[in-house]
């Protein structure tokens, strides 16, 4: 596809999967499994947190091509859980303060299509990172056209998510979901958005390949399969495959 960085979510992968990014010359997010509703002021879910990052750090940190701990992902906003990743981020530095610290926060608010993001954990992560469903999960493929983003922090920013499903194999209007036209079209609006913010360092569209999920009973076209990957689970290539590989090559020569 001519990306240079994959995040590797929602919890560490296999060592294998870090050694062969390594030799392809990929830059890895990794990440351990602390997202949505957690049990913020119970002592004994932050030290199994901790000790998930303690395990993964100490079995990666002299990989080369880990540039990335991500603590924690969709999150709810509040104190507890403020101090919760906050412990967990300086324990990540005590362990290895040479890697970036970040981790998926969500939009704030939106109004009259300004999306803001703002987290009190802007302090502790050396990456602004978010997810985002413009298209898919909150207003339209069109209204991409008209989104502004207020990031109120002097740091790079990577989209930590971003897409929509699709059936590989089925075709429809550009304006018909689980089309593969229709996520085209929502990744070609997508990336023109969000090359907007100033600060954009990267992204990672959600996701490579469709995966089995028990959530996605749609029949006849999730059929238990989450599939806003770009791949099929037959790895055959959808139509966004390609906006995501154009987009790249334009980024490459743009920073030639």
């Given at each position: 596809?001519?990306?240079?960085?994959?995040?590797?979510a929602?919890?560490?992968?296999?060592?294998l999967?870090?050694?062969e990014?390594?030799?392809?010359?990929?830059m890895?997010?990794?990440?351990?499994?602390?997202?949505?509703?957690?049990?913020?002021?119970?002592?004994?879910?932050?030290?199994?947190?901790?000790?998930?990052l303690?395990?993964?750090?100490?079995r990666?940190?002299?990989?080369?091509?880990?540039?990335?701990?991500?603590?924690?992902?969709?999150?709810?906003?509040?104190?507890?859980?403020?101090?919760?990743?906050?412990?967990?981020?300086?324990?990540?530095?005590?362990?290895?303060d040479?890697r970036?610290?970040?981790?998926?926060?969500?939009?704030?608010?939106?109004?009259?299509?300004?999306?803001?993001?703002?987290?009190?954990?802007?302090?502790?992560?050396?990456?602004v990172?978010?997810n985002?469903?413009?298209?898919?999960?909150?207003a339209?493929?069109?209204?991409?056209?008209?989104?502004?983003?207020?990031?109120?922090?002097?740091?790079p920013?990577?989209?930590s998510?971003?897409?929509?499903?699709?059936?590989?194999?089925?075709h429809g209007?550009?304006?018909?979901?689980?089309?593969?036209?229709?996520?085209?079209?929502?990744?070609?609006?997508?990336?023109k958005?969000?090359?907007?913010?100033?600060?954009?360092?990267?992204?990672?569209?959600?996701?490579?390949?469709?995966?089995?999920s028990?959530?996605?009973?749609?029949?006849?076209?999730?059929?238990?399969?989450?599939?806003?990957?770009?791949?099929?689970?037959?790895?055959?290539?959808?139509k966004?495959?390609?906006?995501?590989?154009?987009?790249?090559?334009?980024?490459?020569?743009?920073?030639?």
């Open positions: 596809m001519g990306c240079n960085y994959v995040r590797l929602h919890y560490p992968h296999n060592e999967m870090v050694r990014a390594e030799k392809m010359g990929l890895v997010w990794s990440e351990i499994p602390v997202y949505w509703t957690t049990s913020w002021e119970n002592p004994d879910t932050y030290k199994n947190a901790e000790r998930q303690h395990d993964m750090v100490y990666d940190k002299n990989r080369c091509a880990v540039v990335i701990w991500s603590i924690a992902n969709e999150t709810p906003y509040g104190e507890a859980r403020d101090n919760f990743l906050r412990n967990l981020s300086l324990y990540a530095r005590s362990m290895d040479t970036l610290i970040s981790m998926a926060m969500e939009v704030t608010e939106v109004q009259n299509y300004v999306n803001r993001i703002e987290d009190n954990m802007n302090e502790y992560v050396d990456i990172s978010f985002q469903y413009v298209g898919w999960y909150r339209t493929v069109e209204e991409c056209k008209l989104m502004k983003w207020e990031i109120p922090y002097n740091k920013v990577v989209i998510e971003f897409g929509g499903s699709a059936l590989q194999g089925l209007d550009k304006t018909e979901r689980f089309t593969e036209e229709y996520q085209e079209e929502l990744y070609k609006e997508n990336l958005m969000l090359d907007q913010i100033e600060q954009l360092a990267g992204l990672s569209p959600w996701i490579l390949m469709d995966f089995k028990p959530r996605r009973q749609l029949p006849n076209i999730q059929d238990f399969y989450n599939r806003k990957g770009v791949i099929s689970k037959w790895g055959i290539k959808k966004a495959f390609y906006v995501m590989h154009d987009f790249y090559r334009y980024k490459e020569e743009q920073f030639k």
